[in-house]
């Protein structure tokens, strides 16, 4: 449980399952869907996510103990003595995924977004309303990329979806925003923003549903 806690599950489940969605319908063209593809970008993302949120937790340890104190206290045992030895190891999987089931050019992109990933949770670089913003880029970056390996058939289904992504990313944006506002905030507004943060979590996820009708 705490290691499942630790590498946010629930995040690499969303990706995957909004990956898997927007291949299976919104990306897809004309043709066979390309398994072999999707299952690389899918495997290399989740094992990014991963691996980035254990190098999370050893520098966020101080806004953790005030957001979440009993889930932090129960994932401490499994990040001192595991956690940096199975974050290496998760990118070293994923750029072998990376490198084994998708183009090149597409590898390159996944190494950069790791190591992106690497910097803001080293660099403490989520702070403020940029810090936010970036934060909910590389949140959706996954689908960008999985549009490029999808290419060129994922062109139109891109275009259509735009929209619906660039409202993703500025609910992502505001969530993010208020959540690093929770440690100075006063009792009566850390409980609302803290319920914020559920219905933001849950327009997230409804919104995947939107996925195949566009």
Do not use: C
Request: net charge positive.
């Amino acid at each position: 449980m705490a290691f499942l806690s630790l590498v946010r599950w629930t995040h690499i489940l969303f990706l995957g399952v909004a990956q898997g969605l927007a291949a299976a319908t919104l990306l897809r063209g004309e043709g066979p869907l390309a398994w072999w593809t999707l299952g690389g970008v899918v495997l290399t993302t989740a094992l990014i996510v991963a691996g980035g949120s254990l190098f999370n937790s050893f520098y966020d340890l101080e806004r953790d103990l005030v957001e979440r104190p009993w889930q932090t206290l129960l994932e401490r045992p499994v990040a001192r003595k595991y956690g940096m030895k199975l974050a290496f190891s998760f990118y070293g999987l994923a750029i072998l995924v990376s490198l084994t089931t998708l183009r090149w050019p597409i590898a390159l992109g996944f190494g950069l977004y790791a190591f992106l990933v690497f910097l803001y949770s080293h660099k403490r670089w989520g702070y403020g309303v940029g810090g936010s913003l970036l934060v909910s880029l590389l949140a959706f970056a996954p689908l960008l990329l999985l549009t490029a390996a999808l290419l060129p058939h994922s062109g139109p289904g891109f275009v259509r979806g735009l929209p619906l992504a660039l409202a993703l990313i500025a609910l992502e944006w505001r969530r993010q925003w208020e959540r690093r506002q929770i440690p100075r905030s006063t009792t009566e507004q850390r409980r609302i923003r803290v319920r914020n943060q559920w219905a933001y979590k849950l327009l997230l996820a409804l919104s995947l549903g939107l996925i195949p009708f566009l």
